[in-house]
């Protein structure tokens, strides 16, 4: 059933918000279980699809999983798993499925993989994911859509990447826990996610250092060195900086809990240079807040610790009616500017060429009928509405939901104007009020 959210602009966002756990993190600690054949339990698991999916990936694997809504955890249990196949089904869903393949070459020495192919952002290739595999000792064929690796043993090698590709990093990793010898990623990326999976794997009895630099080494260990373990996911600081936005794009005030500061120290400096204010208060937890209107700046995207793609179409947003003119440039993906033409329909100035974006900033939006592309192009349509004139719609949810956990009430408990709805004839109403902008409350 189709589902909107509608949105009445122009409250200012006063209160306190609980970062959920980091979606980007525990996809891979779910993966990771694969390795020891064992129980495992995670804590701060946020009720997502894209959890949901892995969870789906895991059980066609044979692990038996469960999840606890009220504790957010998930225990998996990968004793017998009775599987090597992740099918498009679920690959084709989310994309971070495939960082199975590495996990499942590590304990079977065989593994057959859908390949994710495109999406809306990009091209997205797992080409150093594959020569990487290879290195390790793989002997990889790609036929019916499908990456069949097979190995009689994975032999530690050094790899270097081209790019530091979160997703390739954490498969390779993955892969070299159980090799023999000793592999070293160079160029590897730095992502917080990776520090992460690189610490739950210690835990669980590998022997990996230097998560967090360029240069990962990984010491292969035997099987029986893996054990399940007990684990609590890092906060979401993606997550983080759409409530930090919030607060700043309404000019109100509010504290942002359960962060870890130093994961977002680029953006909290940009926030800054806007124009806002942002305390650090507890050791984690922001105060954030914006009597101003903002000032214009220039953000280039970079792998961490540079500013995050994840949270340039948040950016956009805000700067969308800063004060002056902003040039963003989008330096990891080939297409994540989806967010634009709908932000133009909100009255924004934003001029287009490949991956820069040229915005002057307006007075204000206006509320207009928008539809999320993508999870953050999503999530920017939310914080523009938030400040707009007057309503808006937000179709194609399903983006949205793959990576805010209770977006609807946290945003409302915090005095935001905003509803979910789930009927056609209401969805369908809510769509010609919306194009005449009517201003009323919901
Ligand atoms: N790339 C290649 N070949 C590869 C791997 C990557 O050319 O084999 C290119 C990609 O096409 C892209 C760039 O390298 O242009 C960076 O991709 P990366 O592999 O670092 O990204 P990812 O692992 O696919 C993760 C996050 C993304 C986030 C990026 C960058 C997950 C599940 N996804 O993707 O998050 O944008 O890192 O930080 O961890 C999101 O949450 O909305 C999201 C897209």
């Not at 993190?25 to 892995?54: F, G, H, Q, R």
């Not at 739950?200 to 399940?228: C, Q, R, W, Y």
């Not at 996911?233 to 759409?242: C, F, K, L, N, S």
């Not at 920017?380 to 805010?404: C, E, K, P």
């Amino acid at each position: 059933m189709a589902e909107q959210l509608i949105i009445s602009g122009g409250n200012q966002l006063y209160g306190e918000v609980s970062i959920s756990g980091a979606k980007n993190a525990v996809l891979k600690l779910m993966a990771a279980t694969i390795l020891a054949n064992d129980v495992t339990k995670i804590y701060n698991v946020p009720e997502l699809t894209d959890v949901s999916i892995m969870v789906s990936v895991l059980e066609e694997l044979g692990a038996k999983t469960s999840y606890d809504k009220t504790e957010k955890s998930v225990v998996i249990d990968t004793r017998n798993l009775t599987g090597i196949i992740a099918s498009y089904e679920f690959v084709s869903r989310m994309r971070a499925s495939f960082i199975v393949l590495g996990a499942l070459v590590g304990r079977c020495k065989e593994a057959i993989v859908a390949l994710p192919g495109g999406c809306a952002i990009g091209e997205r290739r797992v080409d150093f994911h594959i020569r990487g595999l290879e290195s390790l000792g793989a002997s990889i064929k790609i036929e019916n859509g499908y990456v069949h690796a097979h190995c009689e043993k994975l032999q530690g090698a050094d790899i270097y990447l081209d790019i530091p590709s979160v997703g390739a990093t954490e498969n390779l990793m993955l892969a070299a826990v159980l090799a023999e010898g000793s592999t070293r990623i160079q160029n590897a990326a730095q992502e917080p996610e990776i520090v992460d999976l690189a610490n739950f794997l210690n835990v669980m009895g590998a022997d990996i250092s230097g998560a967090g630099t360029s240069e990962i080494i990984i010491n292969g260990v035997k099987p029986e060195s893996l054990h399940g373990i007990e684990y609590t996911t890092i906060p979401d600081r993606i997550e983080a900086g759409t409530y930090m936005a919030a607060f700043i794009a309404t000019q109100g005030k509010g504290i942002v809990r359960n962060v870890n500061p130093s994961h977002l120290t680029f953006y909290t400096s940009k926030l800054t240079q806007m124009g806002a204010t942002i305390k650090l208060i507890e050791p984690n937890a922001f105060e954030v807040s914006c009597n101003q209107r903002l000032k214009a700046l220039n953000i280039v995207t970079q792998p961490y610790p540079g500013f995050p793609t994840d949270l340039q179409s948040l950016a956009m947003a805000l700067l969308s009616v800063a004060e002056g003119v902003s040039i963003i440039t989008e330096s990891l993906y080939e297409n994540r500017f989806m967010q634009v033409p709908e932000l133009r329909k909100m009255g924004a100035d934003i001029h287009q060429e490949r991956n820069h974006a040229l915005i002057k900033g307006v007075d204000k939006l206006s509320g207009a009928n928008l539809k999320a592309s993508d999870l953050r192009a999503g999530a920017a349509l939310v914080l523009a509405a938030l400040m707009a004139d007057g309503f808006s719609t937000i179709d194609q949810l399903h983006h949205i939901d793959r990576g805010y956990e209770l977006l609807v009430p946290k945003l409302r408990a915090i005095g935001a104007d905003i509803k979910r709805i789930n009927n056609e004839s209401d969805v369908l109403v809510n769509k010609l009020r919306g194009n005449l902008n009517g201003t009323t409350k919901i």
